[in-house]
């Protein structure tokens, strides 16, 4: 059962993360705008959300994949080894692999590459959408209770 249930659960955290980043990131986005005076309605928030899930694809995605395939196996390592909760242990790895992009981004490009990542709440905010994917794992992953 565990052969197909991690990679299960792997496949949906991501996805999770991804689909919360991608709407933190359009409305951050949509934020900047209306601080400059421009009225957005809900049609267009909607419309940008729908146009940035589809369309970071090719970039963000993968970049979570590869966060998550190194962060999950990590955590799991420190639970295990610390005895810590699951449900904390994940919801902090996530919240660490989404920041932990951003951050090697920074470093290495010299830029934030995602606009809302560049103020602290924006890079948390991302974070949350890591946690959100950890979520997503440890409850896939977490064991029935026995009746």
């Known amino acids: ?16 993360a991804y689909l919360v980043g991608c709407l933190v990131i359009s409305q951050g ?3 900047a705008v209306t601080g400059m005076g421009f009225e ?3 049609s267009q928030r909607w419309q940008t959300a729908i146009h940035d899930i589809a369309n970071m694809t090719n970039l963000y995605l993968p970049l979570i994949a590869v966060a998550y395939l190194i962060a999950l196996p990590v955590t799991a390592g420190v639970i295990r080894v610390a005895s810590a909760p699951r449900l904390l242990g994940y919801l902090v790895g996530g919240f660490v692999a989404l920041v932990a992009i951003h951050v090697a981004i920074k470093l290495l490009l010299g830029m934030s590459g995602i606009a809302p990542t560049r103020t602290l709440v924006g890079l948390c905010l991302q974070g949350f959408a890591g946690a959100a ?7 896939l992953t977490s064991r029935a209770p026995e009746a």
């Open 133 to 139: 994917g950890g979520y997503c794992f440890y409850k």
């Open 29 to 31: 986005n949509i934020a």
């Open 40 to 42: 957005i309605t809900l």
């Open 1 to 16: 059962m565990k052969i197909i249930q991690i990679p299960l659960a792997y496949s949906a955290a991501v996805l999770m």
